[in-house]
């Protein structure tokens, strides 16, 4: 029986032209203050960024306990919730955004599976 040969997540990029375009990235995560989720989810987008969008994103934290307005204004109605402005289309993204492959694709830097 053949072995399935798996393809890192580098790999699909490169195969997706990921990297060789130089579009920016505007995001927005919301956050209910210094919670273990609300951390994590920090923690997952800025390793994310750092790795696939390098010099080419800027990344809003917004918490919204203290900015309770800004939250109503975008109706975000959960939390953590990642929200892609640029380039578009606006994505949301909601959760602690632990699962990469599915994080990248919600970005748009990997197709989704057929």
Known sequence: MAQKKSRSTHGRLKSAGVGTDKERYVLKLYVTG??????????????????YLKGRYHLEVVDIYRRPAVARRDQIVAVPTLVKQLPVPVRLLVGDLSRTEQVLQGLGLVAHPS
């Open 34 to 51: 210094a919670t273990a989720r609300s951390l994590r989810a920090i923690s997952n987008v800025k390793v994310i960024c750092e790795q």
